[in-house]
């Protein structure tokens, strides 16, 4: 059974933690320096999120959109999942083929280390969502 429950569970958790991330004095100016435009495209449940980092902003956009992605990935919202609580490495799961990715994903690996002070935040974010799953 799939962790989330649908795409508007999916995007209140996944989109919200790159909302956090805005907000953050560590995170939030790495990911806007970047440039990059993302689009994050996920099964079980089906969702797409695009997220343009830029020096004005993170802005989220849930659903399909006209914005031109640098970087597309696909993989599974479960692998997401654990991927914001530190127990998915991206880099070993594209190259095993679990992440697909099309654009210039060295540019998106580079980002990665700078999101890992976000794990504690999702995590939190989570705790009322895994103690109602714990329990059924």
């Not at 989109?15 to 320096?33: M, N």
């Amino acid at each position: 059974m799939a962790y989330f429950k649908d795409a508007k569970e999916l995007y209140h958790y996944l989109g919200g933690i790159f909302r956090q991330a805005q907000e953050d004095p560590d995170v939030g100016p790495a990911l806007r320096d970047s440039g990059i435009t993302l689009r994050l495209e996920y099964h079980g449940p089906a969702a797409i999120l695009t997220i343009e980092m830029n020096p004005d902003g993170i802005k989220v956009h849930e659903g399909e959109c006209d914005i031109k992605p640098d970087v597309r990935m696909q993989m599974s919202a479960d692998d997401a999942n654990k991927y914001w609580r530190g127990e998915y490495n991206v880099a070993v799961n594209l190259a095993r083929g679990k992440v697909k990715a099309k654009g210039p994903v060295t540019k998106i690996l580079k980002l990665i280390p700078a999101t890992k002070p976000l794990f504690p935040k999702y995590k939190a974010m989570m705790a009322e969502k895994d103690a109602a799953v714990a329990i059924s």
